[in-house]
């Protein structure tokens, strides 16, 4: 059973408009969010992560919002350039367990 | 700072064959996982290890053994390969208190 669900495998934004990539998850024990961007033939890379304790983390152009009532994430990336494109993973964990979980993955391409 | 260095980046497998995927990281990380990598399936959770001699199964440890016996390296083995086992593997390590993983650039296998 997904515990991590990405339900859009794949989005298309403009150059400079706004891309959102949305994460759900089941289990309420999952309290540390990460978003990781994968390009083809490398490994993932960390984006953003964000806590439990906060519902919203930026870093420049990425920002993460945690809606836990929802059990709901989305990562908020503006402008979008093309160099955004690749596929966006999002994970979750619960404290001290370092299982890192990963949801199904989002392909964003950005057109220029 | 090498990171995380997996080995071999390609591998060709028959089935019923047995091999070891190599993980080496260099930043003194106690926490190291594995993580298989499929088509509409995202990245799922193999073994994992919280440090020297202690390891734990994932979502998906069927087929595949693991042993930490140094903070440096985490083997993945492989003891009877079946085409079902064919995906992209990554290697992770992951600083103690939840922050991100560091992966490692993935082996191609193919089990025919």
């Known amino acids: 059973d997904q515990q991590v669900k990405q339900n859009s495998p794949s989005l298309s934004v403009q150059e400079g408009r706004i891309s959102i990539l949305n994460c759900d998850y089941t289990n309420s024990m999952f309290d540390y969010f990460l978003w990781y961007k994968k390009y083809p033939a490398e490994g993932p890379t960390f984006l953003i992560s964000i806590s439990s304790i906060k519902d919203k983390n930026e870093d420049g152009r990425f920002t993460v919002f945690l809606n836990k009532s929802a059990k709901h994430l989305s990562l908020h990336i503006v402008p979008s350039q093309p160099g955004d494109s690749a596929v966006y993973f999002c994970a979750a964990s619960a404290s001290g367990t370092y299982k890192y979980i990963f949801g199904t993955g989002t392909r964003l391409k950005v057109l220029a | 700072n090498a990171g995380v260095t997996q080995t071999p980046k390609f591998q060709v497998l028959k089935t019923g064959q047995s091999m070891t995927l190599q993980c080496a990281q260099d930043m003194n990380h106690e926490y190291m996982s594995w993580y298989r990598q499929d088509p509409g399936m995202g990245l799922r959770l193999i073994h994992y290890s919280v440090g020297a001699g202690i390891t734990d199964q994932g979502e998906v440890p069927n087929g595949y053994n693991v042993s930490r016996s140094t903070t440096e390296d985490f083997p993945l083995r492989l003891l009877s390969a079946a085409p079902s086992q064919t995906s992209v593997y990554f290697c992770?390590?992951?600083?103690?208190?939840?922050?991100?993983?560091?992966f490692g650039q993935g082996t191609r296998l193919t089990v025919v």
């Open positions: 992770a390590s992951i600083l103690p208190g939840n922050t991100e993983a560091f």
